[in-house]
């Protein structure tokens, strides 16, 4: 009689502990998809769980307490990026007024008879004064895309938009004395976007290439909605090219650069839901953008 007894015993120990595993695996389950909602919604509310193990309870706890240091933090990184975008763009705009006063005065003392050596100091005075204009544009405008939430999506062609950006180009290419090899499919290739947005991240990109470019620029549109711009940049190196992206990041031959094109660039990419990366192998940059 006693190993049936104990049998019997061990049966409801096991169905025991297998009511227990059960009951906690769903209270972990619980306790993830809380946890997961949590982390992709700013939200003030705590993880709270049905189940009544003391364990599972413990867990939840910790998590919240650490949910909370993460609010804290993300409240403090938040405000304190959000002075710093106006902090940025109201020094940028105070510096329009006097930058545009020095331009006036330069171009005053233009029409005065000079030496030639006088001559050539204005003509620094007024290539840095043009680069410091460019770089407090570029400011103004990144921290406002920064902060900007709103957008006007609508239907677009990004065949047409491409073209019509590629011709705005049209006179800086020729100077250049670029030939732009262009590959475009022949139906459109339509995305709800924002028109604005994307003719930015267009321009940044080509002015970018014509920028740097050793004598030629590619672009290429499939039909998938990816856009390719290449050209041919010798001497840079895979440590540049990570960098592209970076904020006031510019390559040596990009000294009057203000760094900030291909950053307003991936921003308004990614604003966009799309993904833009670079490239660089065999003395080509690439640049792709995947809408």
Request: proline share 2%; aromatic share 6%.
């Amino acid at each position: 009689m006693f190993p049936w007894t104990l049998c019997s015993v061990l049966i409801v120990l096991v169905l025991l502990l297998l009511i227990k595993i059960v009951f906690l695996k769903k209270g972990i389950k619980d306790v993830c998809a809380s946890l997961r909602e949590h982390l992709s919604v700013d939200t003030n509310t705590l993880i709270s769980v049905s189940s009544g193990d003391h364990q599972i309870k413990k867990l939840a706890a910790e998590i919240n307490t650490q949910l909370r240091q993460l609010r804290k933090e993300r409240r403090r990184f938040q405000n304190g990026d959000r002075e710093l975008n106006e902090a940025v763009t109201n020094i940028s705009h105070d510096l329009r007024t006097p930058l545009t006063a020095i331009c006036g005065y330069l171009d005053l003392l233009e029409r005065e008879d000079m030496s030639e050596t006088v001559q050539r100091y204005l003509g620094q005075i007024e290539e840095r004064t043009e680069t410091m204009k460019t770089l407090t544009e570029e400011l103004f405008r990144y921290s406002v895309i920064r902060t900007e939430e709103d957008s006007v999506p609508e239907n677009l062609d990004l065949c047409r938009v491409l073209q019509d950006d590629l011709l705005s180009f049209y006179g800086v290419i020729q100077k250049k004395g670029i030939v732009p090899q262009i590959s475009l499919p022949d139906t459109p290739v339509w995305r709800l976007l924002d028109r604005s947005a994307l003719d930015r991240i267009f321009s940044n990109i080509i002015n970018n290439a014509i920028k740097y470019s050793d004598g030629d620029l590619a672009v290429e549109l499939t039909i998938d909605g990816v856009i390719t711009f290449s050209n041919k940049a010798k001497g840079l190196m895979s440590v540049e090219v990570d960098r592209l992206f970076n904020r006031f990041y510019t390559v040596n031959s990009g000294r009057s650069s203000t760094g900030l094109g291909l950053s307003i660039a991936k921003i308004l990419t990614e604003k966009c839901g799309g993904q833009i990366t670079a490239e660089y192998h065999k003395e080509r940059l690439y640049i792709k953008i995947q809408l």
